[in-house]
């Protein structure tokens, strides 16, 4: 069987296909995870700031771990029952599949940062939307980068008792925000 050599346009159109399917399919597939990890972010991230605000103790940032015990586990549970369902990957859907699990691995590391964890985590967590807005030509996601970044300013000139309203404002809701759109756009 004789091959054919694709011309460049050729080329670009294969590509071009490759990304709007795979557009197509996250929406589909990460408009779950991206709830799932906005709504606990909402959750712990209040309960931080109702420990560390309203009660004054500071070990309420050990809630934090949090984000990491219970839910790389439950995200993990939550994606292996997702995985089963999804039908053939692409190598874009690849790229943005490892590229999150760098980015949650880098995340959970800088989890035990103490201090300075918020916004490294924020930046970490930018730059995964950032990436994956940029690779799959999805706007949306990328403007999710927006929010996240203004976590690290806003943490040096506040007090770290505000740190779970930074998160809750800025990285909870609009996430939360970005999963009903996946979800409705689909």
Known sequence: METKELTVN????????MVTASRSR????????TLFWGYWLLTVSVAVF????LLHDMRGH?????MIVPGFPLAYALG???????????????????????????????????HYAPPVVASVLAVGFALTGSILRLKAISWMALPLTL???????LSTQWVGLEFAALGALPMIVLGHWLRASR
Request: glycine share 6%; aromatic share 10%; net charge positive.
């Open 80 to 114: 292996r029952n997702r995985s089963k369902e999804q039908e053939s990957h692409s190598r874009i859907d690849s790229i943005v599949a490892a590229l999150w699990q760098w980015v949650g691995c880098a995340a959970g590391l800088a989890a035990v940062l103490g």
């Open 50 to 53: 109702i420990v560390t605000c």
């Open 151 to 157: 976590i690290a300013p806003l943490y040096v000139y």
């Open 10 to 17: 050729e080329q670009l159109a294969v590509v071009d296909s």
């Open 26 to 33: 996250f929406k589909r597939i990460m408009a779950t995870p």
């Open 62 to 66: 050990f809630i934090w771990l949090g």
